[in-house]
Every structure is written in C-alpha cells, then in structure tokens.
C-alpha cells in the first residue's frame, strides 16, 4: 500500500486493508472506480468516478483490478 502525504499532512492512497487507515486520523474513503462483469461473462474497470475512462474487457476479474489499480495509481494517486 502506497501513501502519499501533502505538505498540509493529508494522506491519500488506494484503499487496501494493508493497514488500518484509522491509525492514521479519521479515513475519508469514496469509491474510486467500479469493476463489474459484462453481459458475456468478461470484466470491466469503469473509472467514470474519477473521472477516468472505461477500462477492459478482461477474461478475469483479477485482471480488472489490476488494471483499475494501475489506472488509480498513475492517473489519481500521484496525478496531484
């Protein structure tokens, strides 16, 4: 789990329960993306709620996270 850390002390990073992020102050945690499978039984990583694009179809869930989490993490994470 990577966090990133502001000058002003606010804590930004991809949820995970690496940790429990309420050691860290009180968490303040939103949906970044949503992975759902697709009518033919593939998976999508939609990441419309960050303003991100539509990721996929992959033949695997595990793939979707992956990607959405790569996307999270290049566009979102250290984007700022």
Known sequence: ???VISANGVIRCIYSE??????????????????EPTPDGQWQADLSPMGGPMLGPFPLRSDALAAESQWLEENWLTAR
Do not use: E
């Open 1 to 3: 789990m990577r966090l």
């Open 18 to 35: 690496a940790i429990d992020l309420r050691s860290l102050g009180q968490p303040h945690i939103q949906r970044g993306s949503l992975v």
